[in-house]
């Protein structure tokens, strides 16, 4: 089994910052790629950012946010900057991983979400 544990949200003021982790763990071979969704009240899950080789970015957290990756700790970083109240939601790991050398072991997962709340 592969398992994503992220922390780092709460409760920040308008212009603030943050930073997410998320750790996997389990039966890994290889990760492919790690990102960061985020679920707003009512909203549609939606991409932030991802790293698969090269890093992607949504258009509303381009040069606030940055994605990093630590391979050797199979953990995913959102470093968030100049927060707005609009970033307010749940913000979810996502991971595609191979469990062994077999190509069809490869899975997405998700992480259980953390909150992040700015206030203006």
């Known amino acids: 089994q592969v398992q994503l544990v992220e922390s780092g949200g709460g409760l920040v003021q308008s212009g603030g910052s943050l930073r997410l982790s998320c750790a996997a763990s389990?039966?890994?071979?290889?990760?492919?790629?790690m990102g960061w969704y985020r679920q707003a009240p009512g909203k549609q899950r939606e991409l932030v950012a991802a790293?698969?080789?090269?890093?992607n970015y949504a258009d509303f957290v381009k040069g606030r946010f940055t994605i990093s990756r630590d391979n050797a700790k199979n953990t995913v970083y959102l470093q968030m900057n100049s927060l707005k109240p609009e970033d307010t939601a749940v913000y979810y790991c996502?991971?595609?991983?191979?469990?062994?050398?077999?190509?069809?072991?490869?899975?997405?997962?998700w992480g259980q979400g953390t909150q992040v709340t700015v206030s203006s």
């Open positions: 389990g039966s890994i071979f290889r990760i492919n790629a």
């Open positions: 790293s698969a080789g090269s890093t």
């Open positions: 996502n991971a595609n991983i191979y469990r062994d050398s077999n190509p069809w072991s490869r899975g997405e997962y």
